[in-house]
């Protein structure tokens, strides 16, 4: 990963001027005040013999701080405006990528189906990103070309910048959207433009084509949010690997062994907490009786067949 403090986009440096300037205003201010705070308890603290005098209304300092202040929050939103205007103006020439979230994993759609886990741009050309949700409120954040924006489900937004350094940057989701938030990230890797051609022609197809039915029932009922596809561990067991697998389980008679079949499969929809795997909670996932039907059950089943044996 290569680090730059001085931003890696065309956008980094008024962002960095507007920083720079609120963060030395507050620093300023904080010390000044502090100071100031100090010196009035010591030079002003009870003393005897000393008779204590009584102030009432002074024009000059009333007007002082309130003009004072307010041309410094003018100059910080001159700084911000300067910083911002740019990031909403895209230029016509930009190439078009789709930046989708989803829990909790970024992918990047180039279009004709080409899409790739991590967002690899050329260097030197503009870059609109179309944000799109596939379930919750997530954030796109790229620290080293300063720009962030939300990706919420059914709001068109977008993000645009020019890469101006060569290297792999940190891609985060900077908005809380469940259990493995800090684990959605990515990498942003600018590369010459002839690399990129190369590695755009070389990236084959895969966005076209369709969820298997099980999959899609899966989705539609919020099981990815508690069982992942990858091996993560979250809520619930990992759906890799399942079908076939052994798993201990533990149920009301103690612990056993099972196989990862059809009937156990059905049971574990119908009957979660019946036999519940060893290292989760018991209670904590509901019966889909009469919410999933026999026939998707089915599909479910069949996905896991065809989604490989455990390795």
Known sequence: METTFSGASN??????????FIFSIAFIFTIGITALMIFIVVHFSRKKGKVPMQFSGNTKLEIMWTVIPLIIVMVMFYYGTVGFTPMREVPAD?????????????????????????????????????????????????????VKEDVIPGYDNYLWFKPISKGEFDIFCSEYCGLAHSAMTAKAIVVDSVAFDSWLADLKPTGNIPDHPGLTILKANGCLTCHSLDGAKIVGPSFKGLYGS??????????????????????????????????????????????????????IIDYFKKAGEPK
């Open 11 to 20: 956008l980094a440096e008024a962002v960095d001027q507007a920083f720079i």
């Open 94 to 146: 930009a190439m078009q990528i789709k930046a989708i979230g989803r829990m909790w994993a970024w992918s990047f759609d180039y279009g004709n189906g080409k899409i790739s886990k991590d967002l690899i741009v050329p260097y030197n050309r503009n870059v609109k990103m179309n944000l799109f949700s596939a379930d919750v409120n997530h954030s796109l954040f790229i620290p080293a070309f300063r």
């Open 246 to 299: 052994k798993r201990a389980v533990i149920t009301a008679q103690g612990e056993k062994q099972v196989d990862a079949l059809d009937d156990y499969i059905k049971k574990s929809i119908l009957e979660p907490n019946f036999e519940v795997v060893k290292g989760y909670n018991i209670g904590l996932m509901k019966s889909y009786l009469g919410i999933i039907k026999a026939e998707d059950i089915d599909k």
